[in-house]
C-alpha cells in the first residue's frame, strides 16, 4: 500500500460527471447523477425489468446483479444488492443483469438446474437467485473460490419454496463446474452454457475505459459502497451527486509489514475473508465473517463505513477494536489515533469534517496469543446482532498477560471492556478468574430494551458470549459447566 | 411436469405487475397514512403538499364519488380515514405525482395533528374493555364442563402465538388505466380479483361490468393479497377516475409492512382433561384473536380456529370460543392456514403441559388419541376416509423413529454445551371454503381454429402453480400435448364471480370447472370425430394429439378434428361451472359437514439447540403426507417445503413487534426476519402415503397449499425438548415464536 503522506490527486477537483461502463453487452456513457441507485437505473432508464425490487436496504437479493472489474487481463465479477449501490461505482465495470446472462434460446446452466428441481415457484426472487448463482461459477474462473455455491445465494431471500429445492440446484451446479474443473476458463464456462458468449469480448471493452479520469469524486457526501447510506437515506442520495471513495486505490489494500497488518479503509469484508495473510493469521476467519451479512454485501461493505456508521453493533468494529487497532486519519495532516478512542458517544466519533478515514493497522498476534469472534442474532445470517463480542488474550504459562475483550450491542457505543480487561490481566486462567470477570463485565455494560432484545437477554447473552470466549480458545482449563453452575 | 412459467421466471421475462411498461402519462400514487394509532384528527394541512411541483392531486375521503368503505365481511373499514384514525398506518389521504419521488417529497410535507385517544394494542385488553369485532363464535360436542369433572388428569393454562408478516416478495401494488366511456382496467397483484371489481365499484359509485381487473400473476400471497391488495387498486381508480390519466401505485416495503395486517396473534387458554388410559376426555378453549382495526377477514379466520382446535385428535367432549377482539394495530388477516395453526398450538400445548406434569413422552399422548374413522368433530362432521394414524405409523416406521430416539439420548447424554430435541407433528386440515357459498369456481376454454386452446379460470397464479395443473388437467382430458395450451391470466371479463385464490381449494373448484369444460368439448368432438373415421362413437379417444377409433382402428389428427368442427359450426369454446356437492353448515346451530375432505400428515422435527448461545439449527424434519394421488408430485412436494419454511419460521425467529404506541417495531427486513437458506431445516424428508386419493379433489389429488404450514409447529415442541433435557428445571412455556432470546432465558432459568 501507499504511503498517505501527501493529499491524493485523487480528491482533487474534477468537473466532469460522466459515468461510463458497460451495462451486458451495452455500452453507457451518460452524465446522470452518480447518487442513483444502479437498480432504478437498470429498472427505470434501461426497463430492464428482470432486476426486482424487493425491499430497498440490500436484505433480500431480488434486486443482485454482477459487477465485473478488470484485473490485469481478465475482469473478475461479484455479486452484488443494486438497491444501495450508488450508480457512480459502476463507472468502468462490467454490470451483469439477468438480462445479460440469459442465452438466445435455451436456460444457462445455473437456470436449467433450478427449473430441473422445481427450484422456482413465484419466480418473484429467482431473477436474483439465478444471478447469485452465474456468479459463483464466474468466481471459479478465478481459481479462488473456495466457498459453497450455498454461500453464493446466503443473500437471496425467497418466501415460496423453503430452500431445499434451490439447495439441490445449487448442488447440481457445484457438480456441473467439477466436470469442468480442469481449467476453468472463460471460454469453458460459455462453452458450457453458463453464461453468454459475449463476456469474451468484455475485457478489451473495459480497458477502453478510461474511468479513471470521468470518475466524479468532488460533490456530495462521502459514500464507499453505500451498504449503510443507502439503507437509511437512499431518497436524499439518489437526488444528486457522491463523493466516491469505494474505488480509491490508496483506499484499500491490504499489506503486512513486519509484526503489523495495515488495511485501507476501503477494504471489503470480502476482501479481509479471501486474504491469505488474514487466514493465517486468524484461521477461523472465514467462520466469523460468514456470520457478518450476504454475500452481496460483503462484497460491498467497507471497514471504514462500518467504523463511521459507528453502530454500537457494527461487526467490524467489534472484531478490530479487540485487535487493539489503531486508525488512520488524513486530513490537513495525517493522524493517528487508538481505535478504542474514536467512537465517543452514540453515533459520535472523532473525525472532522475535513478529514477522511484511510487505514486501520494492527499488531499481528504472537504464538501466545488467540482471537475468538462471537455473534448471536435472531438469525444466524444476514442479521444484525442482539450481542457480538471478540476477544484477544495473551496467556503465559497460565497467567493472562494481557486481555482485549470488546463487546457491542450493550452500550451506546461498539464497548472496548476496559475495566474487565483490566481484571484480567495478570490472572490464572481458570474457572474462579472467568467468573470473577464477568462479574466486572456486569459492572460496564448498560444494555438497552430494544428490537434486537431485552436488556435482560442481553445481560445474559452477554455474559454466554464472554463464556464462549473462554471455552473455545481454552477448553482444556475452562468448560461451561463450571461456568454456570 | 415443471412449473410452465419456468422458463420465464429463470429468465427474469415474467411479468410482475412493477414490470409492465407504463403508458406515457402514468402518474404515480402514495398513501400518507396515520402517524398515530388512534385518535381525532383536529387538523390537516395539504396546501404546501400539494403546491410542490409535480403533485397533481391529493385525495381524501371527500373526493370518493360512491361509499367510502372496504370492508368485506362487515362494513365497518373506510378506505381514507375521515374524522377519526385507528391504526397507525391507516390510510388518510392518496398523493398523485408525476413521479414517485415527488410523491415522497410531498408526503413529507403534509401537516397533522391528531388529539389521541387511548389506545388498545393487545386482545387480552380489549377483551377486558369489551371491545369486539362481532359476537363470539363457539362450538359445542358433548358437554365439557361435566366431563371434566370426571377426568384423573386435569391441566390449564394460557398460550400465546404471535402475527406473521406475509413477506410476499413483490410488494402490494396495482396499475389503474382509463379506457373508454368511464370504463377502467387495473391490473392489481391481487388474490381476489372479483374482490376488487367490487370494492372499485362500490367506492367509485359504478357498475361492476365498468370495471375489469386483469392478474398476471402474483410475486407470493400467502393470503395477504386476500382481502388487502384490494385498497391500493381502489385508491388508484378513484384517482383515475376524476384524473382520466394512468396511476400507478406499488407500495414500497416499509409502507407494506407498516400499512398491511399480519397473521393474527391469539391469547389462549385452556383446560384439558385426560382419563387413566391417557384419553383426552374433555377440551375446554377460549382463543383471543388480535383482529385489528377493522373485521377484514378475521371472523372467517375465527371460525377456521374453531374448526382444527382438536387438531388430529379425537375428543368427545369440547368447548370452544372465540373472541375476535378489535384493537388499534392494523386489520389482520388471512396468512396461509387462516387461523388453523393458532388453534393446533393451543392444543399441541396443552398436550404438552400434561406430558410435561405426568412425566410421559408427549407422543404417548398424540398417539393415544388420534383421529379415527366414524370420529366426530365438534362441528359435527364424520370424519371418512382417515388416513390419520397411517401417516403417524408409517412416519414411526419409514424414519426409524427408534433409532431416531437413541441416538439423540445417545448425543444427550455425550454432550453438554449442545442439546438435541425431538417432537411429533400430527396434522388434520379441512378442505374448503368454511364459508360454504364460496366454493365454486368457472373455466372458459377456447379451442381456438388451428387446435391450440386457451384456458382462463378465476384462478390466480402465485407460484402455487396452480396454472401447471389447470395446464395439465386440460392437456390431459383433451389428450393434447402440453404445448397446445395457454394458461390466460385471471381477469374479470372472462370469468367473472369469483371466489379469491385461497383455503387450499383453488386447485380443486377451478380445475373441476376446467375439467367439465373439457369433457364438454370432447362430447362435441367425439361426434365429429366418429363421422370423419365413420366409427362408433363409444370407440373414440382423445390421446397425445391424435383421435382414434378403438375398435376400428383408424385414427386422425387433433388439428384435422378441429377444422372439420369449423366447417361443421360446432362451438370450440365452452364455459363451465363447478359448485362442490354436498358440503353444508349451519352457523345457527354451528354444526354440519364443511369440508369436502381432510388432508392428514405427520412430521417428526429433530433440532439442535447450542445451549452456551441459545441459538438452534433444525436439522431434521421429515414428513408422511397425504397428497391423495399426487397430479405433479414435484409441485405438491414444493409446496410442502416452502409450508414448512413458513411454519417453521413463524415458531421460531419470524418476530413481529409493536410499540406501547402501536407503532410496528419490525418495520423493515433488517428487524424482520424469515428463514434464510441457512435457517431452513437442513434434511427435509417427504414421504407420500400411498392412498386412493379423494374424489372430491382434481384428479384425487388432494389441495396442499395451507396443510403442511403446520408441520412447523413440531419445530417450537423439538426445541422445549432439547431446552428441557439442559435444564430439567425449567418450567415450560407457550408463548411462540421460540425466538433465541427466549431460548436462551429458558436454558438458564
Not at chain 2, 407460484?463 to 395443473?469: D, F, L
Request: proline share 4%; with cysteine; charged share 20%.
Amino acid at each position: 500500500m501507499q504511503h498517505l503522506s501527501v493529499f491524493p490527486t485523487e480528491f482533487l477537483p474534477c468537473t466532469l460527471l460522466m459515468i461510463e461502463f458497460i451495462l451486458n453487452n451495452k455500452p453507457i456513457r451518460l452524465f446522470e447523477k452518480s447518487g442513483m441507485t444502479l437498480l432504478d437505473f437498470i429498472r427505470e432508464n434501461n426497463r430492464l425489468k428482470g432486476t426486482k425490487i424487493g425491499c430497498r436496504e440490500g436484505d433480500c437479493g431480488a434486486c443482485t446483479v454482477l459487477v465485473g472489474t478488470l484485473e490485469k487481463e481478465e475482469v473478475t465479477y461479484q455479486s452484488i444488492t443494486s438497491c444501495i449501490s450508488p450508480l457512480g461505482n459502476a463507472n468502468g465495470k462490467h454490470i451483469v443483469t439477468i438480462e445479460g446472462i440469459n442465452l438466445e434460446k435455451k436456460l444457462n446452466v445455473a437456470q436449467q438446474v433450478m427449473a430441473d428441481n422445481f427450484a422456482t415457484q413465484c419466480g418473484f426472487c429467482t431473477p436474483g437467485f439465478v444471478v447469485s448463482m452465474t456468479g459463483f461459477a464466474l468466481k471459479m474462473v478465478e481459481n479462488t473460490n473456495t466457498n459453497t455455491c450455498t454461500e453464493a445465494i446466503s443473500g437471496n431471500i425467497c418466501r415460496c419454496t423453503g430452500y431445499k429445492s434451490i439447495e439441490k440446484a445449487t448442488n447440481d451446479l457445484e457438480a456441473k463446474l467439477a466436470t469442468i474443473q480442469q481449467s476453468k476458463q472463460l471460454a469453458e464456462l460459455i462453452r458450457e452454457g453458463f453464461i453468454p458468449d459475449y463476456f469474451s469480448s468484455i475485457p478489451e471493452k473495459l480497458k477502453k475505459i478510461n474511468f479513471r479520469a470521468w470518475l466524479n469524486r468532488t460533490e456530495g457526501n462521502f459514500v464507499a459502497n453505500g451498504t449503510d447510506l443507502y439503507v437509511r437515506q437512499a431518497d436524499a442520495l439518489s437526488e444528486g451527486n457522491v463523493n466516491l471513495v469505494g474505488e480509491i486505490t490508496i483506499l484499500k489494500g491490504i499489506a503486512i509489514e513486519e509484526n503489523r497488518c495495515k488495511l485501507g479503509a476501503s477494504t471489503t469484508v470480502t476482501e479481509i475473508a479471501e486474504n491469505e495473510s488474514l487466514q493465517k493469521i486468524f484461521p477461523k476467519l472465514k467462520a466469523y465473517l460468514k456470520l457478518v451479512s450476504s454475500e452481496q454485501i460483503r462484497n460491498m461493505g467497507t471497514l471504514g463505513g462500518n467504523f463511521v456508521n459507528a453502530s454500537p453493533i457494527g461487526d467490524m468494529s467489534i472484531f478490530f477494536l479487540a485487535l487493539n487497532s489503531t486508525l488512520h486519519i488524513l486530513g490537513e495532516t495525517e493522524r493517528e489515533i487508538p481505535f478504542q478512542e474514536f467512537h465517543q458517544d452514540y453515533k459520535k466519533y472523532d473525525l472532522q469534517k475535513e478529514e477522511i478515514l484511510t487505514a486501520i493497522s494492527f499488531e499481528i498476534p504472537d504464538k501466545d496469543t488467540k482471537f475468538n469472534f462471537e455473534k448471536v442474532s435472531k438469525r444466524t445470517h444476514l442479521d444484525i446482532a442482539s450481542v457480538n463480542s471478540a476477544a484477544k488474550i495473551t496467556v503465559k504459562e497460565n497467567t493472562i498477560t494481557v486481555a482485549n475483550i470488546s463487546i457491542g450491542g450493550v452500550a451506546a457505543i461498539p464497548k472496548f471492556l476496559v475495566k474487565t480487561n483490566a481484571y484480567l490481566k495478570g490472572k490464572t486462567i481458570n474457572i474462579a478468574t472467568v467468573k470473577e470477570a464477568e462479574k466486572v463485565l456486569q459492572s460496564e455494560i448498560a444494555p438497552i430494551s430494544d428490537v434486537r432484545g431485552t436488556n435482560i437477554y442481553k445481560r445474559l447473552l452477554a455474559r454466554q458470549l464472554f463464556f464462549a470466549h473462554f471455552v473455545t480458545l481454552y477448553p482444556e482449563q475452562i468448560d461451561l459447566p463450571s461456568l454456570t453452575n | 411436469m415443471k412449473n410452465i412459467d419456468s422458463y420465464t421466471h429463470l429468465r427474469g421475462e415474467s411479468l410482475f405487475v412493477d414490470d409492465i411498461i407504463t403508458r406515457q402519462d402514468t402518474l404515480y400514487g402514495l398513501v400518507f397514512d396515520s402517524p398515530k394509532a388512534h385518535g381525532k384528527i383536529s387538523s390537516i394541512n395539504y396546501a404546501i403538499a400539494e403546491a410542490l411541483e409535480g403533485v397533481i392531486k391529493i385525495f381524501t375521503y371527500k373526493d370518493i364519488l360512491g361509499k367510502n368503505q372496504i370492508g368485506g365481511i362487515i362494513p365497518d373499514e373506510p378506505l381514507w380515514a375521515e374524522e377519526e384514525v385507528h391504526f397507525w398506518g391507516q390510510p388518510i389521504a392518496f398523493i398523485v405525482a408525476e413521479t414517485e419521488a415527488i410523491a415522497k417529497k410531498a408526503r413529507a410535507l403534509i401537516e397533522i395533528e391528531i388529539e389521541e385517544l387511548p389506545i388498545i394494542t393487545t386482545a387480552r385488553e380489549a377483551k377486558e374493555k369489551g371491545s369486539f369485532i362481532n359476537a363470539p363464535r363457539s362450538f359445542r360436542l358433548g358437554n365439557a364442563n361435566e366431563a371434566l369433572k370426571k377426568c384423573k388428569h386435569i391441566f390449564e393454562g394460557n398460550t400465546f402465538s404471535n402475527g406473521q408478516e406475509h413477506l410476499y416478495l413483490e410488494t402490494q401494488g396495482a396499475y389503474a388505466v382509463p379506457m373508454e366511456n368511464g370504463n377502467i382496467k387495473i391490473t392489481s397483484s391481487t388474490q381476489g380479483p372479483t374482490s376488487v371489481q367490487k370494492m372499485v365499484a362500490q367506492v367509485l359509485g359504478v357498475s361492476m361490468h365498468k370495471i375489469e381487473i386483469d392478474v398476471i400473476r402474483l410475486g407470493g400471497g400467502f393470503g395477504g393479497k386476500e382481502d388487502q391488495a384490494t385498497p391500493w387498486a381502489v385508491m388508484a381508480a378513484v384517482a383515475v377516475q376524476q384524473l382520466k390519466k394512468p396511476v400507478k401505485y406499488i407500495l414500497n416495503r416499509h409502507d407494506d409492512l407498516r400499512m398491511t395486517g399480519k397473521r393474527h396473534p391469539y391469547d389462549s387458554t385452556y383446560k384439558i382433561g385426560l382419563d387413566e388410559h391417557l384419553k383426552i376426555i374433555a377440551y375446554e378453549v377460549e382463543f383471543l384473536q388480535n383482529s385489528g382495526a377493522a373485521a377484514d377477514l378475521s371472523p372467517a379466520i375465527a371460525e377456521r380456529t374453531l374448526f382444527h382446535a382438536t387438531n388430529s385428535y379425537y375428543i368427545p367432549n369440547v368447548s370452544s370460543i372465540v373472541h375476535s377482539c378489535k384493537t388499534n394495530l392494523p386489520p389482520n388477516t388471512a396468512f396461509r392456514g387462516f387461523g388453523g395453526p393458532q388453534g393446533m398450538f393451543v392444543i399441541e400445548s396443552a398436550i404438552a403441559r400434561a406430558a410435561d406434569a405426568l412425566k410421559i413422552d408427549k407422543k404417548i399422548i398424540q398417539e393415544a388419541n388420534l383421529l379415527v374413522e366414524n370420529d366426530t368433530f365438534s362441528y359435527g362432521q364424520i370424519a371418512t376416509k382417515v388416513e390419520m394414524k397411517n401417516t403417524w405409523n408409517t412416519a414411526k416406521k419409514q424414519f426409524n423413529l427408534e433409532k431416531i430416539e437413541s441416538e439423540t439420548a445417545k448425543f444427550n447424554a455425550a454432550n453438554t454445551n449442545y442439546k438435541k430435541g425431538i417432537s411429533l407433528m400430527p396434522i388434520t386440515f379441512g378442505i374448503s371454503f368454511t364459508n360454504t357459498p364460496m366454493n365454486h369456481a368457472r373455466a372458459l376454454i377456447h379451442i381456438y381454429q388451428d387446435g391450440s386452446v386457451g384456458v382462463s379460470t378465476g384462478a390466480v397464479e402465485m407460484g402455487q402453480s396452480v396454472n401447471t395443473k389447470m395446464l395439465q388437467v386440460a392437456s390431459q382430458t383433451l389428450g393434447i400435448s402440453p404445448n397446445k395450451v395457454k394458461l390466460e391470466t385471471t381477469n374479470t371479463t372472462r370469468v367473472a364471480n369469483t371466489s379469491p385464490s385461497a383455503a387450499s381449494a383453488t386447485a380443486d373448484l377451478n380445475g373441476k370447472a376446467v375439467l367439465k369444460a373439457c369433457k364438454a368439448l370432447i362430447e362435441r368432438l367425439k361426434v365429429i370425430a366418429a363421422n370423419l373415421l365413420n366409427a362408433n362413437i363409444e370407440h373414440i379417444v382423445f390421446k397425445e394429439d391424435v383421435v382414434f377409433a378403438t375398435k376400428e382402428d383408424v385414427a386422425i389428427s387433433w388439428e384435422e378434428v378441429i377444422a372439420a368442427a369449423m366447417l361443421k359450426r360446432v362451438a370450440l369454446t365452452e364455459n363451465a361451472h363447478y359448485a362442490t356437492p354436498t358440503i353444508h353448515f349451519d352457523k345457527t346451530k354451528e354444526k354440519g359437514h364443511p369440508f369436502a375432505y381432510h388432508v392428514y400428515g405427520t412430521a417428526i422435527t429433530q433440532v439442535t439447540v447450542d445451549c452456551m448461545r441459545g441459538t438452534y439449527e433444525i436439522d431434521a424434519v421429515k414428513i408422511v403426507h397425504d397428497f391423495g394421488k399426487s397430479m405433479n408430485l414435484g409441485i405438491d412436494i414444493g409446496q410442502v417445503e416452502g409450508a414448512l419454511a413458513q411454519g417453521i419460521g413463524w415458531m421460531t425467529i419470524e418476530e413481529i413487534a409493536y410499540g406501547k404506541d402501536g407503532r410496528l417495531l419490525s418495520n423493515a427486513l433488517s428487524t424482520y426476519k424469515v428463514p434464510d437458506v441457512f435457517s431452513a431445516a437442513k434434511k427435509v424428508e417427504i414421504i407420500p402415503l400411498e392412498t386412493q386419493g379423494n374424489e372430491m379433489a382434481i384428479l384425487k389429488s388432494k389441495a396442499v397449499g395451507e396443510p403442511p404450514l403446520m408441520y412447523g409447529i413440531g419445530a417450537y415442541f423439538a426445541i422445549q425438548h432439547a431446552i428441557k433435557v439442559f435444564n430439567p428445571k425449567h418450567k415450560l412455556q407457550f408463548h411462540a415464536p421460540y425466538t433465541p432470546e427466549k431460548v436462551l432465558l429458558s436454558l438458564y432459568k
